[in-house]
């Protein structure tokens, strides 16, 4: 069975941008993002964004930045795990989670690192999202993205 190869999507990057092209740096219009990068952007923007700040769905998002207060321990990385896992099963139905690495090795530097490797189960590709949680003033959360080693 042939998979058509919009499945995925295709839409705006996350986080809006603008691309170029050339050394000039000529703006040619948004910055696009499809098929598994595309997923792997729809993932960041779970994590990233706290339950309770969409208006339109307050149940949107995930629990990650409630849990950067707590202590840093093997608790709260079994925390930090289950809250990645549950948001990601909920509002991203397009993957399976395969497993949750969290990394507490650089806690002192003020960052906290998840590994998380998931199966695109339209197109059975693996992929991998590097998201680390920022523990600074601004309260920063973002992520890196690396899919399917690109």
Avoid: C
Wanted: charged content about 25%; cysteine-free.
């Amino acid at each position: 069975m042939a998979i058509h190869p919009d499945i995925l999507g295709k839409g705006w990057a996350f986080p809006f941008r603008f691309s170029s092209i050339g050394r000039v740096k000529k703006l040619v219009g948004v910055a696009a993002a499809e098929k598994t990068d595309k997923v792997a952007m729809a993932i960041k923007q779970i994590l990233g964004t706290k339950i309770g700040s969409r208006v339109i769905d307050r149940d949107f998002g995930s629990d990650l930045r409630g849990l950067i207060f707590t202590p840093i321990d093997e608790l709260s990385s079994a925390r930090i795990r289950f809250a990645i896992l549950e948001s990601i099963r909920r509002w991203e139905r397009r993957v399976e989670v395969l497993g949750i690495d969290v990394s507490i090795a650089r806690a002192q530097e003020g960052v906290i690192e998840a590994n998380i490797q998931f199966r695109i189960i339209a197109t059975q590709q693996i992929g991998n999202l590097v998201y680390p949680l920022y523990i600074t003033p601004e309260m920063r959360v973002q992520g890196q993205i690396n899919v399917g080693g690109i």
